[in-house]
Every structure is written in C-alpha cells, then in structure tokens.
C-alpha cells in the first residue's frame, strides 16, 4: 500500500472546474488534461501557509524555488542547469508561443508533430508565421523524411517538439531526439521544447531533455516544463523555461516582457512544495497511473475489438483510434451521444487525428472501469 488514497473520487462539479462542467450531468467527463486526485498534500499545506499569511501580493522567483528546480532537473535528469538559465512563467501554453516570438524571423515557417496538442497548431497563426506539419507515422515515431522537408521550409523557424508526446503518449528515445536535433540544427532552426508531461513515465523510462544532448543543441533549445500535470496543480499557472543560451535568454526575456514575465504567487509556492516534498506521492502515483493504463489496454483489447490503441509510454493521456468502428467520421460525438463518455475529438489534433479519441485516464480506477463499462456497452 502506497499511503495515498487514489481510489477517492473529489466532487468537482461544484468546484468551478473546466472538466466536469463542460457536459450534461450524465456524461462522465475523461477528456481534458486534468487529472481527478488531490493534490499532495505538503503542496496543500504549503498553500494554506500562505494564504493565512493574509497578503498575496506580486510574486518573485525566490532562490529557494531556483534552487528546487535545479535540484529536481540533476536528480530525474542528469541536467546540470545554471540558475541564470531558469524563468518563471504563467503557463507553457504561453512559453511556447512567445517563444515562437522570440525564435522566429517574420513569416518564417514553425514546425508541429501532427497530431498534437491543439494550442501547438495555433501558435504559428497567433504571430503570423506559417504552421509546417511533419506529422508522425502510424506507430508514434518521427517520419524524418517529413520532418526534414518542412525544416527545410522553416528558414529562421523553429520546432515545437513535444515529448513526451500529447497525445499519443510516445517518449521519445535517444536516439530518435538525436536525428530530430540534429535535422534541427542542420536546418538552423530552434528547438522549443514542451516536455510538461516528462515526470509520469512508465516501465522505468527516464526523461532525457533534448538540451541535453550536446551544448549545440543546448544553445538552440528552448525548454518548458512544470509542476502542473505531474503534481495535478494546472490551474495555478506556474511553469518553468530552461534557456542556456544567454543571447537566446535575452531574446525570450524581451518577448515575454510585461506579458507573461510573472506566475501565480500561489503557483510559485505550490511548485518549490511539489519538488521538495512530493517525490512519494509522484513514485505511487505513477505506480497507480500505469496500473490504469494497462487496465485500458486490456479492456480494449477485449471489449472494444477493432479498436486501436498503442501503449502510453508517458503522460496520463490514451489515443484510440476508432477507424474500423461505425463511429469513425466522429467517433467523440458518437460516444458522447450513445456511451455518455465525453473524449478529445482526434480531428482537434491535426488531419491525422481523423477517427481517434483521446482519453484521459488520470482518474479513480472505478471511474475509468464506468468509461469502459459504457463504451463497452454503446458498442455491443
């Protein structure tokens, strides 16, 4: 036994939640990024520190937190990384187009994963750049033929890499970061790099920062990550970029000044509390997530015949795809209308995302068993 009760369902519907407010009553919600567990609870406790502190004034990157951050990416990562390089941001949403901003001459071409997560398909539209899709091939992995044509269209671009990947759930090995930095480089385009999700990995895999492949790919990176999907604290818009190059850093700092140079004072506090203290609740959580992933896997394999769905190898997101089922011109409508499940629609992820579903199962066992029994149930 873990300690920490995973099986408890929160009542969330009167919480002002994005998750569970989105449908009608009778659709269980297993869609969005957002998973159904209580924070830990030194995080908790460290936020009712500070609100009975009673002021909750403008934020700042204390040392403290710099520190944590430096001390997480040494001992998950092997990443040396100097304080200088650290910035304190609300959100990787917002990291990542800025630092299409900051990277990217005007008109120049930025690089997606297609299928993606859908704020990556928007970036390049919010500042007018041309959106190149290299999309992955059936398995997950990176079609570098495709890759290396649209890099060669980027000129002064970049490449928005995301790994582990939203939303098929691939971490990408060694050796696959390598060809893609080095493709990266020979085109001379930068490397932004969402890897939000990088800290739920399953079967023993450890993350590897593409930073951290060479100081080459170090000067040309940009990397975002968080607290906030691990730790199940999203919604207070904190996060992390990791810049080693100071002239990149400088660029970056000027993109992101007076719009987005702060994070959430409660975020900040709930991120030092997350690193320093909650590494037991992320080991059992990970435990309890690939637990629920291999249940997935078999009741698909078994309830859902003709259902496609590769193993996750990260994150708390499945992508099933639904192409040989009668539901596939929409199969998230379908099953929002037959099985009351309500699921990401793949069209949302790029053209390949035609006929698939993502579904999130960061949720009680019992809950994601109710998903199943009715998916079951609508294709029977």
């Known amino acids: 036994m873990s300690g920490f009760d995973f099986d408890a369902l929160p009542?969330?519907?009167?919480?002002?939640?994005?998750?569970?407010?989105?449908?009608?009553?009778?659709?269980l919600p297993m869609w969005v990024a957002d998973m159904d567990f209580a924070c830990p609870t030194p995080v908790l406790e460290a936020i009712q520190a500070r609100v009975a502190h009673g002021v909750l004034g403008y934020g700042v990157n204390q040392a403290p937190l710099?520190?944590?951050?430096?001390?997480?990416?040494?001992?998950?990562?092997?990443w040396r990384v100097e304080a200088e390089a650290i910035l304190l941001l609300p959100g990787v949403v917002p990291g990542f187009n800025l630092a299409i901003r900051a990277a990217c001459a005007p008109g120049a071409g930025v690089v997606v994963q297609t299928p993606v997560y859908p704020p990556m398909l928007k970036a390049p539209l919010n500042w007018d750049m041309r959106r190149l899709d290299a999309p992955l091939t059936p398995d997950a992995t990176q079609d570098m033929d495709a890759l290396r044509g649209a890099l060669a269209e980027a000129r002064g671009g970049a490449f928005l890499l995301c790994n582990p990947h939203n939303p098929t759930g691939r971490v990408f090995r060694r050796e696959e970061l390598a060809a893609i930095a080095e493709a990266c480089l020979a085109a001379g385009v930068t490397i932004i790099s969402d890897e939000i999700h990088c800290d739920l990995l399953f079967d023993g895999r450890r993350h590897i920062p593409v930073a951290t492949l060479s100081p080459e790919v170090a000067a040309r990176s940009i990397t975002l990550m968080s607290a906030g999907k691990t730790f199940n604290i999203a919604g207070l818009n904190a996060c992390w970029a990791i810049i080693p190059d100071a002239g990149l850093r400088a660029r970056f700092q000027r993109a992101i000044a007076s719009v987005a140079d702060h994070a959430n004072i409660l975020g900040l506090v709930a991120t030092e509390a997350a690193l320093t203290h909650g590494e037991p609740w992320r080991l059992a959580l990970l435990d309890y997530l690939q637990a629920n992933r291999d249940l997935l896997l078999r009741r698909v394999a078994e309830d859902l015949p003709g259902v496609r769905l590769r193993a996750p190898?990260?994150?708390?997101?499945?992508?099933?795809?639904?192409?040989?089922?009668?539901?596939?011109?929409?199969?998230?409508?379908?099953?929002e209308a037959r099985a009351r499940v309500g699921l990401n629609p793949g069209q949302d992820f790029g053209p390949p995302g035609a006929g698939h579903v993502r579904l999130n199962f960061g949720c009680p066992r019992a809950t994601l068993s109710e998903g199943l029994d009715r998916l079951r149930r609508a294709f029977g």
């Open 313 to 335: 190898e990260g994150t708390f997101l499945a992508w099933l795809d639904f192409r040989a089922k009668p539901a596939a011109a929409d199969p998230a409508a379908w099953i």
């Open 11 to 27: 009542d969330r519907r009167a919480s002002g939640c994005n998750k569970w407010n989105r449908y009608a009553a009778d659709v």
């Open 66 to 78: 710099r520190a944590a951050i430096q001390a997480w990416c040494e001992r998950l990562y092997g």
